[in-house]
């Protein structure tokens, strides 16, 4: 888990070439349905990206990725210019960082209660996270 920007999809990216996995982003996901989106399901994802409403799954153990927003914030801005994506203004940024904040805050208590939650430090560099949290 962790706000966007925080580096779980990277990670992610490197756990699967790491190891064969296949990776695919629910955000790189929801941009492709929303392309020429004029049906009512692209309409519904279009509103829940907007409102930046994304349920999140978690299994047994939970990763949260911890960085500070303004890292959030300025590695998003980064790929939404390399990737031309229009909906990640600092603005939108921000309120996706509101809405995961608070969505999320119950599940991270509920994991923490029962010492299931473990913490990834996410301001070093990916390559520097990847080998400290994933050297098998």
Not at 75 to 83: A, D, I, K, S, Y
């Amino acid at each position: 888990m962790g706000g966007p920007g925080c580096g779980k999809g990277t990670q992610c990216k490197n756990m699967a070439t790491k190891y064969g996995f296949c990776h695919v982003g629910l955000g790189q996901l929801l941009r492709q349905r929303l392309k020429g989106a004029r049906s009512g399901a692209g309409r519904s994802v279009t509103s829940c990206c907007r409102s930046s409403w994304c349920p999140q799954w978690t299994g047994p153990q939970c990763h949260q990725f911890d960085c500070s927003t303004e890292t959030m914030v300025r590695r998003v801005l980064h790929w939404g210019q390399v990737e031309h994506w229009a909906d990640d203004s600092e603005l939108a940024i921000c309120q996706r960082l509101d809405t995961h904040y608070t969505l999320c805050e119950p599940v991270l208590t509920f994991y923490q209660q029962k010492t299931l939650l473990q913490n990834i430090l996410a301001e070093e560099a990916p390559e520097t996270i990847f080998a400290k949290h994933c050297c098998h």
